[in-house]
């Protein structure tokens, strides 16, 4: 049997029906009954292999075979405010080639009530408010046939009080050669190191233009109060861009290279594995502290 042969016999054993397919993609739109769910991430779990969906729900996602394993591996679909869905690569590998529909059902969370004693209250800025002006942390975006890059989260670690309302998101843009750039704002909980994420009721999505300098997010608006944490994660993930030119490759972001201290949080893909790094970039929440 000639080497080519072979091949198409082991990818149709991975992706059965589907032996002409030599770059397996799985792509669709993302749904809650007859509605789109915008800016959905889609990836396989504890890999770097992911994208997000666009803002009317469709998505396309490279299966690269060497990397996937039909019995370990899941396929994560999830958005803020919904459950979400696990898909087998088995699953998949069936429908690769065809438009498919993922429907996600409503997640009737409760955001805990906060209630405020009498006590002082204190305006209090948590981050780095400095700025970095030979070093910068890079997004680098990259471009493929099928983009699926998108959905890279980076942040940091910051210290707060226990009991803290959100004012405002604050982050410094050193370099941007992008028209517009769309990010959401996400916080963790890393009461035991590793990520888990805060529902704060809705997505926070801002957008960053073709310009420099400190970018402020207003968050009075989504009522965010965090208790009872000590340290947090607070990251931007990308959405969507718009290049100025065919030459456009990256958005940077001021920051330090620390070397004793692991202060930054990245992960290239929605489902990756969280990464602690050396960076402490120029980002900053203000905040109402409340105390007794």
């Not at 397919?21 to 770097?48: D, L």
């Not at 994560?76 to 459950?83: A, E, K, R, T, Y």
Request: aromatic share 10%; proline share 3%.
């Amino acid at each position: 049997m000639e080497f080519k042969n072979i091949c198409l016999v082991l990818l149709s054993c991975f992706f059965p029906g589907f032996i002409l397919a030599q770059t397996p993609v799985f792509e669709g739109r993302v749904m809650h009954g007859k509605e789109a769910v915008s800016f959905a991430t889609i990836g396989v779990k504890g890999k770097n292999i992911g994208t997000v969906a666009n803002e009317n729900g469709y998505f396309k996602l490279i299966l690269p075979t060497d990397k996937l394993s039909k019995d370990n591996d899941t396929i994560i679909v999830s958005s803020i405010g919904f459950i979400e869905k696990k898909l087998s690569i088995d699953e998949i590998g069936r429908t690769v080639g065809e438009s498919q529909k993922v429907f996600l059902e409503k997640d009737e969370f409760l955001l805990e009530e906060v209630k405020i004693k009498p006590g002082k209250v204190k305006v209090k800025r948590f981050g780095n408010s400095r700025v970095a002006r030979l070093t910068s942390h890079t997004i680098f975006p990259r471009s493929q046939q099928v983009d699926d890059a998108l959905g890279r989260e980076t942040g940091m670690v910051l210290k707060i009080d226990t009991n803290i309302t959100l004012r405002d998101f604050n982050i410094y843009i050193s370099g941007n050669q992008f028209k517009n750039v769309r990010f959401r704002l996400q916080f963790y909980d890393l009461s035991n190191d590793v990520p888990v994420l805060i529902p704060v009721g809705d997505d926070i999505l801002f957008d960053i233009g073709p310009n420099s300098g400190w970018i402020k997010v207003d968050l009075k608006e989504h009522d965010i109060s965090i208790r009872g944490k000590e340290k947090i994660g607070v990251t931007i993930q990308w959405l969507t861009s718009e290049k100025l030119d065919d030459n456009s490759r990256f958005l940077s972001i001021s920051g330090f290279l620390k070397v004793f201290s692991l202060g930054g949080l990245y992960r290239p893909k929605s489902q990756a594995l969280w990464q602690y790094s050396k960076w402490t970039l120029s980002l900053y929440l203000t905040a109402d502290s409340f105390s007794r």
